[in-house]
């Protein structure tokens, strides 16, 4: 199982160096080295597929065979690890909710302190606003978990 950790990792360092490679010394247009290019990447991309699936496959049976570790420390219910699911929401809900709210706040924000520099602290009061969706999530989820 381990080579397939191992060609896993070869796999995308080799993406990676392809990609930092080429964003330094890009191809030029039309160039017959680009239909090369593709297919190795292609190719690379198929073989990290090809490992995960293989990794999971090998992982499953090698999950299966191994004694159960949970019985000493307890098993959870199925009622207890849709709870501990349901307390985690909020704070997922929130924080993509947050991301929303940043992303436009902050872009305004940077073409207003262009223009005028002297707003800068209120468009921090917005910026904190924005974020405190995500604060509030958490909260939610600190005080669920206090509940079980």
């Known amino acids: 199982m381990y080579w397939l950790l191992a060609l896993m990792t070869i796999s995308l360092l080799g993406i990676i160096a392809a990609g930092i ?3 330094f010394r890009p191809l030029p247009a039309g160039s017959p080295a680009d239909r090369w290019l593709k297919g190795g990447v292609g190719i690379n991309l198929l073989t990290f597929v090809g490992a995960q699936v293989g990794l999971v496959a090998l992982g499953i049976q090698d999950v299966m065979a191994e004694p159960a570790a949970t019985e000493a ?6 009622g207890m690890g849709l709870a501990i699911i349901g307390i985690g929401i909020p704070t997922a809900l929130a924080t993509v909710g947050a991301g929303i709210a940043v992303g436009p706040v902050g ?5 207003v302190i ?6 800068f602290g209120r ?7 924005a974020e405190g969706i995500a604060i ?6 600190i005080l ?3 509940r079980i």
């Open 123 to 129: 468009t921090l009061v917005y910026l904190g606003l």
């Open 114 to 119: 262009a223009e005028k520099p002297e707003i």
């Open 73 to 78: 420390a307890g098993e959870i219910s199925v």
């Open 144 to 146: 669920l978990l206090g």
């Open 21 to 23: 490679y080429f964003e």
């Open 136 to 141: 509030y999530g958490l909260v939610v989820t």
């Open 107 to 111: 872009a305004a924000s940077l073409a």
